[in-house]
């Protein structure tokens, strides 16, 4: 008898080791990306990817901004190859930074051969596929095959990619120490996948909810978005992401006693992200917040918050395989989704 979810349920639980891979790959490439990021000094960091990777994007130029403090900007793969103009300032050299778990996604790849024939500047790929066509043309790649998958929906993927970039992006931008502290990652993700269950079950088999609002605001908030598409394609549940100050400008207007706001908190702004949940409650809807401490679920890894990020992945991943699992749908298999997306593209 096939069990629903097997491979999901798997690749979720056992990420932390792909985080491992993730940190020792980046760490091997330690000099190799020092001298990458200085020789491209001048450079823009463009990122792009398509759905789960696009959104990783967003996650990956607020972070580059914040820890290194160049311009960088995340667009999805398919704007850039249909409407490359628009994406990008031309005029200024760029650093393009194609993330993709397969390494075969028709869009992906068309914008990087573009972006090549143009000659832009170097590409750097993060993939979990270090053989595949679109690995092959970086001129720097981060592959990380532990964080391969069977299951459609990217989890454990998304989430050695992110690592890896993270990682990537403290080295380069000289901050040693912040990467150190990065290998202990893998043990906090396994204890927040321990504490994170029970929570994780009750919302996702609560079937008084029907709706789901993530809120995450600067390098959460591409987790928000990303965690927002898991809910859809796990679990076929309406779902949608805002940054935590945009939600009270119209889409509030939504919540309900039906509602689940789900906010990812963070430290430096957590007033200002608390008073939205409070406000959220305050009209009716059911609120769940996740942070490192003060929420309804605490990482308490004493990680900085930079580095981090990745902790709120478990938890949501779990909650949307629990709420497919308690519909009698099968995660590993999305409806009228295909692990990789290839097109016919001029
Ligand atoms: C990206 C993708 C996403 C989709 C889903 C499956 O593939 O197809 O567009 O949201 O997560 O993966 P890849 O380029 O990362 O292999």
């Not at 981060?142 to 970039?165: C, D, H, I, N, W």
């Not at 919540?255 to 430096?268: K, M, Q």
């Not at 981090?308 to 699992?325: D, E, G, K, N, T």
Request: aromatic share 10%; hydrophobic share 40%; glycine share 8%.
């Amino acid at each position: 008898m096939v069990t629903l979810g097997a491979h999901t349920y798997e690749e979720i639980i056992s990420q932390p080791r792909a985080w491992k891979q993730a940190l020792e790959v980046t760490e091997s490439l330690r000099g190799v990306i020092k001298n990458f990021w200085m020789d491209n000094s001048e450079k823009q960091v463009l990122f792009t990817g398509c759905g789960s990777t696009y959104y990783l994007s967003l996650v990956a130029a607020a972070l580059v901004r914040e820890i290194d403090g160049r311009g960088a900007y995340g667009v999805p793969a398919g704007e850039l190859f249909l409407y490359p103009a628009t994406t990008y300032d031309h005029l200024k050299p760029h650093i393009l930074v194609a993330i993709s778990r397969s390494g075969t996604t028709s869009e992906t790849l068309a914008a990087v051969k573009h972006f090549q024939q143009a000659g832009r500047g170097p590409v750097l790929v993060v993939t979990n596929d270090g053989e595949s066509p679109l690995a092959k043309r970086g001129d720097l790649t981060l592959a990380v095959p532990e964080g391969q998958e069977k299951s459609v929906a990217q989890t454990r993927s998304f989430a050695s990619m992110l690592v890896a970039v993270t990682g990537f992006t403290a080295l380069a931008a000289g901050k040693d120490d912040l990467f150190q502290d990065m290998f202990k990652l893998p043990e906090s993700g396994s204890k927040v996948l321990e504490v994170s269950q029970p929570l994780a079950k009750s919302l996702g088999e609560n079937f008084d909810l029907d709706s789901f609002y993530f809120l995450g605001s600067g390098i959460r908030y591409g987790l928000a978005c990303e965690v927002n598409l898991k809910m859809k394609e796990m679990s076929l549940t309406h779902s949608e992401s805002f940054y935590f100050m945009e939600f009270r400008h119209g889409p509030m207007s939504m919540v309900t006693d039906t509602s689940a706001v789900i906010g990812l908190l963070s430290t430096t702004q957590y007033q200002y992200e608390q008073a939205v949940l409070d406000h959220m409650k305050a009209l009716g809807s059911n609120v769940f917040s996740l942070a490192e401490s003060g929420a309804d679920l605490n990482f308490s890894s004493g990680l900085a918050e930079a580095i981090r990020s990745v902790l709120f992945l478990p938890p949501l991943q779990l909650m949307a395989y629990y709420r497919a699992i308690a519909k009698g749908l099968d995660p590993d298999k999305p409806k009228n989704l295909s692990a990789v997306v290839e097109l016919e593209l001029g």
